[in-house]
């Protein structure tokens, strides 16, 4: 894994040993207890010990569905394991029963998934060792990142123009950033959502999904050091003093919400409402506005940043907080257990 720290952390879900990162929620699905999340790029985290196998039970939640949710597994320094949900194996083989660091991610979807209304995002029922082996929970050792946006932040259309499969969650420019920087990734975007304008699979516009999961389950109260916004990219076509308006009222959401988290404000890559945000910028002395203009970025299809472009960007993004805040403001903050 990118990460090169990580510390032991409390077990913060329903499976002993295991770190959920991100927006996951206590929530009964089918009758069933399931650790829940609707946003790609949540992830959970664990070191097995004394076990070569891991048990592992994810709900089907989009039986039907053409193109189903995917799973991107991450074990140790080696390449990353991809699987459709209702294809992640039950029983997960480890090369031996040494300890593992593993990493799984909410890789991709579908924008005809109704995570919102209709409990289609990713749920899970089972994640425990095999025979007497042990799990530990452990979180990479840096900073708290909030990533909030819409589908170029969720990770959607990375990898080609294939819903799910084309998705890379774990490999956008929020993942690498986040990667880069040794940071918890907490990811708070939805495909085609806006400031004003509502996403697909039912989700509303940011102000209302920032708050919740779905339509009935309130978000976890997570408190990040750093929030990202980049939103805008969907809005284009709204009057901007309507956009300007909206987005001070959205900023001062984020401040009651997060209050501890230092704010900074990425002009969308296709500069939409650039000279609003940064007329924002300069009346508000606590927004970090960052600048993209001159990043040489690649794409899929002209909006959505490909691999090699979500790696531009997160150089560039990593560069220029590191420059904000200085390095130090990022080295690890914990020093004891390490690994």
């Known amino acids: 894994m990118a990460q090169t720290e990580y ?33 790609l790029g949540a992830a959970f985290l664990l070191m097995t010990k004394h076990t070569s196998c891991l048990k592992l039970k994810f709900m089907d939640t989009t039986p039907i569905a053409r193109f189903q949710p995917e799973i991107a597994i991450f074990i140790d320094d080696r390449p990353e394991l991809r699987f459709k949900v209702n294809e992640v194996p039950s029983e997960l083989q480890l090369q031996s029963d040494r300890p593992h660091l593993i990493r799984f991610v909410f890789a991709g979807n579908s924008d005809s998934d109704e995570v919102w209304q209709h409990q289609q ?40 123009r294939v819903p799910s499969a084309g998705y890379a969650a774990e490999s956008n420019y929020a993942a690498q950033t986040a990667q880069q920087l040794n940071a918890v990734d907490i990811r708070i975007a939805y495909s085609a959502a806006g400031l004003l304008r509502y996403g697909t699979g039912g989700v509303p516009a940011a102000p209302r999904f920032v708050k919740y999961v779905d339509f009935e389950t309130k978000a976890p109260q997570l408190q990040p050091d750093l929030l990202v916004v980049n939103l805008g990219t969907n809005d284009r076509k709204l009057p901007s003093v309507l956009f300007e308006t909206q987005f001070f009222s959205f900023i ?19 500069q939409s409402f650039a000279q609003e945000l940064r007329h924002l910028a300069k009346q508000d002395a606590q927004i970090h506005l960052i600048e993209t203009q001159d990043w040489p970025i690649t794409f899929t299809d002209g909006a959505h940043p490909d691999l090699n472009g979500s790696k531009i960007i997160a150089q560039h993004l990593t560069t220029a907080l590191k420059h904000y805040y200085g390095t130090d403001y990022f080295k690890n903050q914990l020093h004891r257990g390490l690994f």
């Open 121 to 160: 995002g990713l749920a899970i029922t089972d994640i425990s060792p095999k025979d007497t082996g042990q799990l530990t929970a452990v979180k990479p050792a840096g900073r708290t990142i909030a990533f909030i946006g819409d589908s170029i932040t969720a990770g959607c259309w990375v990898l080609g």
């Open 7 to 39: 510390i032991e952390t409390s077990a913060n879900g329903i499976f002993s040993g295991v770190y959920f990162m991100g927006r996951w929620v206590k929530k009964t699905v089918a009758n069933q207890t399931t650790m829940y999340t609707t946003n």
């Open 252 to 270: 001062k959401e984020l401040k009651q919400l997060f209050p501890k988290a230092s704010l900074n404000v990425i002009i969308p890559f296709n």
